[in-house]
């Protein structure tokens, strides 16, 4: 009886193995992104994305905005453009920035499907992984995203705060950048 029991519950046990091994199967195909999140160190993956264009250029002629985010420190860099060409010229000099004054490298860059960040032969040059999400599912690329929802709503908000002539909005977001990158995070403790 106590063998039959024992083995009943062993056959049940490996069942419950197999079903869990499974369903984790099943979630991995299903969700691989949820298990490449973890980093290590800084600029290993940064998400890039292009905002706009604002219904008002600003003081200089911008009309979009170039976001940066490093995913291990969620660190911001915002530039404004007049077009979006300028994409591909501000993303290099970037990567060379980080190449020289970090002496570390871009393991992976995460962007949207757009085309200014197609630059293929420089992502190869550099041994860069370009990373791009589906066709209108920016819920994929959706730490920057979020940055770009967050730094443009307290930009608004410093906005109507301080009376100032929308045409300075490139000023706000820049400034709102720089005062998010200022607050302390969990991860530089």
């Not at 969620?74 to 004054?101: A, G, M, S």
């Not at 929308?166 to 998010?180: D, E, T």
Request: hydrophobic content about 45%.
């Amino acid at each position: 009886m106590f063998q039959t029991n024992q083995l009943m519950l062993s056959k049940i046990n490996f069942l419950l193995l197999n079903i869990t091994n499974l369903l984790f199967v099943i979630f991995v195909i299903d969700f691989p992104f949820l298990l490449v999140h973890l980093n290590l160190k800084c600029f290993y993956v940064i998400h890039v994305d292009v905002w706009g264009p604002y219904s008002l250029s600003s003081v200089h002629g911008h009309k979009y905005l170039l976001t940066i985010v490093d995913d291990y420190s969620r660190y911001t860099w915002v530039f404004p453009l007049k077009q979006k060409f300028e994409v591909v010229k501000i993303l290099e000099n970037f990567v060379i920035f980080i190449q020289t004054k970090f002496e570390t490298t871009i393991t992976v860059i995460r962007s949207d499907n757009e085309t200014e960040f197609f630059m293929n032969n420089f992502f190869i040059n550099k041994g860069i992984m370009h990373q791009t999400s589906c066709v209108n599912t920016p819920q994929q690329n959706s730490i920057v995203e979020r940055k770009h929802s967050h730094l443009l709503n307290v930009a608004r908000a410093l906005m109507i705060q301080s009376h100032l002539p929308k045409i300075y909005w490139s000023y706000y977001v820049l400034h709102v950048a720089h005062i998010i990158n200022m607050f302390p995070t969990p991860i530089f403790k």
